[in-house]
Nanobody
């Protein structure tokens, strides 16, 4: 069992930055690939970024490549999402998720555990 708690969301102007954190409980954090997803009002959830257990592999949605960076600190049981050059279309609730599968997945159904989400609002 893994419990995930996101933090760091908020209101920011377009062009600004935010850093999301996701703290995991338990001693097996390093055995999970981690992902970030987001869901905007009226839209389906979409994959944002993912990172493998030992940070060897990262994956990004095309819409955030070059602007967002995913990282993790296994000693702190935490995964991060650094978001730069934010756009109004990045407005959404952002969720972190843990996946015990082999490779970093970009589909939500692959993930076993989810956090409660943190709101990110980007004003124009």
């Amino acid at each position: 069992q893994v419990q995930l708690v996101e933090s760091g969301g908020g209101l920011v102007q377009a062009g600004g930055s935010l850093r999301l954190s996701c703290a995991a409980s338990g001693r097996t954090f390093s055995s999970y690939n981690m992902g970030w997803f987001r869901q905007a009002p009226g839209k389906e959830s979409e994959f944002v970024a993912g990172i493998s257990r030992l940070s060897i592999t990262t994956s990004y949605a095309d819409s955030v490549k070059g602007r967002f960076t995913v990282s993790r600190d296994n000693a702190k049981n935490t995964v991060y999402l650094q978001m730069n050059s934010l756009k109004p279309e990045d407005t959404a609730v952002y969720y972190c998720a843990a996946d015990s599968g082999v490779a970093v997945a970009d589909t939500g159904s692959s993930y076993d555990y989810w956090g409660q989400g943190t709101q990110v609002t980007v004003s124009s």
